[in-house]
């Protein structure tokens, strides 16, 4: 009992001397602000005070992070706390210009010191213990205020990465403004009460972040007082030795560069799943409130989801590519994600019903929310056969949700793009167009590329009616189905740039909702008409000549001839004038049709007769009797 009025009384000690410490940093914030408009004031420029206030207030941020991520070093800092006290009361009896050296030359220093101190002394184990909510009110606005100004004051270290930095900030400012409607009673802690402590751990990861990275400046900072002693030790060093230094440093500066990006990526694959759950939660159990501070964080919460889903999908993606193996629901999970990343990259706002935009994210929202658990799941239990059976399952009903969504995009959310009309095959090389279209289809269906993952399908279904559709034209005479054969190559034409657009992202997610199924449509009604005027008709392909007269095994000599006027004038003109190179036509179709009828038909014409020798080099397709 005893004990624990001992460790409540530590704590208060200890939080009054974070409350102390704070109310003496203001002090001086408000002293140099007061002192810098002092004319007489002549030992520091305005940069250098600037420069000072802004090291001052991050630094009391960064010491409020120790009280609540320091474990045994309490003390210590409760401690640290109280002589900065006494340093900061016995400032303000001096003049305002020994102040500032004092300042700039002793109290700065010495909390960069304990700073690093506490840094040293702290793993940064994550707790366990439950924070108080004006605990965890304290620690979210502490750690507010170092993410606003570790830009400023890590800067070399930060620009690289500050897409995904600014990208934390507005992850970590949207649930703290969630946990702050929750204080002020616009949301019920019953709601959110199973989230509360993701927010927490979510603050404590966050905080670990702003350390580290202090921890890298305070490394630098000793590293060039290293530098300094040794230039000043010798200065007589070689050029090229020099040389050879900045090169090293620069390789240091990027390896720092890179790992501090590396910290970063990993931190928002922690705390936007948070994020995506505060989300569910609105879309949800919040979704009926009447509170004009909820429905405002609602709308700004969805406003800013596209960048942050879009991210994450993006991070999600090259983390199952690093951990995760192959896998039948890894595969679909690439799915889902390439369908996903086409949405957000692409969204064509001029073409959704704005009124349903944001149900519409939401609902994104939740898609992502679940991808996002199915790949912990993968990547928790790729050894357990039995949770990997109810991953495969759980990954199957996610790929039918993406399906329903497709549906819902094409026929409640967007609006049908105006410009969807055929496109015109603009080339002039038919044959050699579809044959370089067929082969980029093949290579597509062989890649591994994620973004032709989620197409191969309809890639594959393109190809098969296509070369289909060849097959009954082949080196075919154009001019017999010359306006069948434009139609075939507008259609190919339109469903290769509805692929290439959807690869490319450009416009993207109008092409797989609309224009490349439509394409797909038109394929198959060119394909049906094909069948019917050529497939059910005699079909003529040249082929080269087997160098060998074809013998003639049956006659039919005096048989009556009707119909196929047009193709029999055709094969005589090219038979009797035609290029050298082409000394055999072959007439091929369905059986029944009359191919060795007109083949005959052919052979008695008196032009060719007299064209060619007796020898004939003209015969019937097959060696079985004329059909009657």
């Not at 910290?263 to 919040?286: A, G, Y």
């Amino acid at each position: 009992m005893g004990r624990g009025k001992e460790n409540e009384g530590e704590t208060q000690k200890i939080l009054l001397s974070s409350v102390v410490l704070r109310e003496d940093i203001v002090n001086l914030l408000d002293f140099i602000e007061r002192l810098k408009n002092e004319e007489d004031q002549i030992v520091l420029d305005t940069d250098q005070i600037e420069n000072l206030k802004l090291e001052l207030t991050f630094l009391s941020a960064c010491l409020q992070l120790c009280y609540y991520n320091s474990d045994g070093s309490k003390a210590e800092m409760s401690c640290i706390s109280y002589e900065i006290h006494d340093l900061v009361q016995s400032l303000f009896h001096q003049s305002g210009d020994d102040m500032l050296v004092k300042l700039k030359d002793h109290v700065v220093p010495c909390l960069l010191e304990n700073i690093k101190t506490s840094i040293t002394s702290d793993h940064h184990s994550e707790s366990s213990a439950t924070m108080t909510e004006d605990q965890l009110v304290e620690l979210l606005d502490a750690l507010l205020v170092n993410l606003h100004y570790l830009p400023k004051v890590r800067a070399a270290l930060l620009w690289p990465s500050m897409t995904q930095y600014e990208l934390l900030q507005n992850v970590f400012g949207n649930l703290r403004d969630f946990h702050g409607l929750k204080v002020n009673g616009c949301i019920e802690h019953k709601a959110i009460e199973y989230v509360l402590p993701q927010i927490q751990l979510m603050a404590e990861r966050v905080g670990h972040f702003c350390f580290a990275l202090l921890s890298y400046q305070l490394k630098t900072d000793e590293k060039d007082e290293d530098e300094t002693v040794e230039e000043d030790e010798d200065e007589t060093d070689e050029e090229d030795e020099d040389e050879t230094a900045e090169e090293d440093e620069d390789e240091t500066d990027e390896k720092d560069e890179d790992q501090v990006n590396s910290m970063l990526v990993r931190l928002l694959l922690k705390i936007i799943p948070v994020s995506l759950e505060v989300m569910q939660i609105c879309s949800t159990m919040l979704e009926a409130s009447k509170s004009a501070e909820l429905g405002c964080f609602i709308k700004k919460l969805l406003e800013a989801s596209p960048d942050i889903f879009r991210e994450h999908l993006i991070h999600l993606q090259q983390h199952m590519v690093n951990a995760i193996p192959c896998s039948t629901s890894a595969s679909s999970i690439h799915v889902m994600i390439e369908f996903l990343l086409l949405f957000l990259t692409d969204m064509p706002q001029d073409f959704i019903h704005y009124e349903k935009l944001f149900v519409l994210l939401a609902r994104v929202g939740a898609l992502i929310r679940e991808v996002s658990i199915l790949i912990r799941n993968l990547e928790e239990n790729s050894t357990d056969e039995e949770n990997m059976n109810k991953i495969s399952c759980a990954s199957r009903d996610l790929l039918e949700n993406i399906e329903l969504l497709k549906e819902d995009l094409k026929n409640v959310f967007l609006k049908v793009p105006a410009d969807s009309s055929q496109l015109c095959f603009p080339m002039s090389d038919g044959p050699l167009f579809m044959t370089l279209l067929l082969r980029n289809l093949n290579d597509l269906l062989n890649s591994n590329a994620y973004s032709v993952a989620l197409i191969k399908e309809e890639i594959g279904w393109v190809k098969e009616d296509l070369e289909h559709i060849r097959s009954f034209f082949g080196n075919v005479e154009q001019e017999l189905y010359k306006d069948l054969w434009t139609r075939v190559l507008d259609v190919a034409y339109e469903a290769e740039h509805a692929i290439n657009s959807i690869l490319a992202r450009d416009r993207g997610l109008l092409q797989l909702i609309f224009l490349l199924p439509d394409a797909i449509e038109k394929i198959k009604l060119v394909k049906k008409e094909v069948q019917e005027k050529i497939y059910k008709n005699t079909s003529i392909i040249f082929v080269d000549s087997p160098n060998k007269p074809v013998i003639n095994k049956s006659s039919i000599a005096g048989k009556i001839i009707v119909g196929f006027e047009e193709e029999t004038e055709w094969i005589i003109r090219k038979l009797t004038s035609g290029p050298a190179e082409v000394d055999v036509i072959s007439i091929i179709g369905m059986p029944g049709l009359g191919k060795t009828t007109l083949a005959y038909k052919v052979y008695n014409e008196k032009s060719v007769v007299g064209h060619f020798c007796h020898d004939p080099s003209l015969g019937p397709s097959r060696d079985e009797h004329p059909e009657p």
